[in-house]
Every structure is written in structure tokens, then in C-alpha cells.
């Protein structure tokens, strides 16, 4: 299997994973392949939000995987393999690229983008999943309520051929991913810290409607982010359980 290998190339669609799970359901789909859409009008982000995306300038497509040899328990690694695989990509082009969990990319403190994967489990494993992946490529000018956005064309000044672009992040992707299926969660996990946003830093946080100062010191083998309370506590969240305030 080869990520890329085989493309679906649309022009205009409400949301590649909306596009990619209805396929699926339809007819059989080749592990690897990625749906892409040139213009997408209501993209999914994390927390029901939309991905805001102007047409024909960025990354916006959909992975078509089917990790059987994960453990529904274990699903966040595939998250972390392929957070990696794009920062891998980023870092291509320009430095001070982080995750900032559970699954968003940033280049300093502004967000480039993000995934959103959706599994289906069969059988106590994965059977499919759709990682749906976002990135701010050519676009220049955001919204009002996207204010800590920033594309790759704004941090280097350089136009992409998304096509060609295309082609070299399912390379970074792929070799992640073939780590996740040798069984390579520590190495991952590992990678994943070295490369988190305001790992092992006091930062502030909320939570219960709360803000608190916390240091994050690492992550649960089921994705929960770990902190360390300023008394020494360590306190286990979930996504949507709590926020960065940056």
C-alpha cells in the first residue's frame, strides 16, 4: 500500500470525508487512496467548527486507511503518525512548525491546520478510517473569526503547485504511517512530544470553566493530555475537557 497511489480528484465538494465515508459505503476502496477537493464548502474541523478554505489555494483532502492492526484503544497513535507525517512535510519549507494536541499544526503560535479522522471499528479492531487533512497552502487573506491563521505562502512568500506538493507530503505520510504498522508506538509517541506545542512548559489552561497554570508532561496511551498541576498533581483530560489559552 502506497499513500497517493491512487487520487480522486473533485472540484468542488462540501467535505472530503463526508465524500470519502459515503464511497466507502458504495463500493470498495483501495487502502491509500486520497480524495481531493479543489474547492471545499464545508469542511469539518475539530469540536463541529468548518474549515474555512479558499478554493484552488490549499490542501484539502481525505485518506482512505485501513489500519486492522490497530486496537480501537490504541487509535490515537494513528493520530500522532500522521500529525508527524506533515510536520515532517512542513519542515521541508520553513521551521518552528509543532502539533498542538490533540491534532493541530501550528508555525509559532498561529495555526496552519489540522485532522480530523473518523474510524470505524469492526471486531474489536479498525476496519477503516478517513483522516481528513487541512492545510493552509496559498491562501493569504482569512476571516475575521480565523485570526490566528497562517498559510505557508505567508510565512515563505512562495506560490505551491498543489499538485506537486500533493505527491510529497503522501511520501512523509506514508513512511509515518508504515511505522504505525510495525508496531512502532514508542518511537512515535516519542517523536510526538519532541514535536508538541508548549511541551514541558507552564502555560495557561481552562478547564470547568476555570483557567489554571499547568505544564504538560506528556500524553495517555488513549490520547488524553496529561498535566502537572503547579502543587505536583497530575491530572488526565480528554479532548473537548480542556483548552489551551495561548
Request: proline share 2%; hydrophobic share 40%; charged share 25%.
Amino acid at each position: 500500500m502506497q499513500i497517493g497511489e491512487n487520487i480522486i480528484w473533485l472540484f468542488k465538494i462540501e467535505s472530503t470525508n463526508d465524500f470519502t465515508l459515503n464511497l466507502i459505503e458504495r463500493e470498495a476502496v483501495n487502502d491509500g487512496t486520497v480524495v481531493v477537493a479543489f474547492e471545499q464548502t464545508a469542511g469539518k474541523g475539530q469540536r463541529g467548527s468548518l474549515w474555512e478554505s479558499e478554493k484552488g489555494k490549499n490542501f484539502t483532502f481525505s485518506i482512505v486507511l485501513y489500519p486492522m492492526f490497530l486496537k480501537p484503544e490504541d487509535q490515537f497513535y494513528l493520530s500522532m503518525a500522521v500529525s508527524l507525517g506533515i510536520c515532517d512535510y512542513i519542515r521541508t519549507m520553513t521551521s518552528d512548525v509543532t502539533i498542538k494536541w490533540p491534532n493541530d499544526i501550528y508555525i509559532g503560535n498561529r495555526k496552519l491546520g489540522g485532522t480530523l479522522i473518523e474510524n470505524s471499528v469492526l471486531d474489536n479492531k479498525i476496519h477503516h478510517s478517513v483522516v481528513g487533512i487541512g492545510l493552509n497552502i496559498n491562501q493569504v487573506e482569512f476571516s475575521e473569526i480565523t485570526t490566528n491563521a497562517v498559510s505557508m505562502k505567508m510565512i515563505t512568500g512562495k506560490e505551491y503547485d498543489l499538485e506537486k506538493e500533493l505527491e510529497i507530503i503522501c511520501q512523509f505520510l506514508n513512511a509515518r504511517y508504515n511505522l504505525l504498522s510495525e508496531n512502532e508506538f514508542s518511537y512515535l509517541e516519542n517523536d510526538y512530544l519532541l514535536n508538541m506545542f508548549g511541551f514541558d512548559e507552564i502555560r495557561k489552561f481552562k478547564a470547568d470553566n476555570k483557567i489554571f497554570d499547568a505544564k504538560i508532561i506528556g500524553i495517555s496511551k488513549y490520547g488524553e493530555l496529561m498535566l502537572e498541576l503547579p502543587l505536583g498533581e497530575i491530572k488526565h483530560y480528554r479532548f473537548k475537557e480542556v483548552e489551551y489559552i495561548i
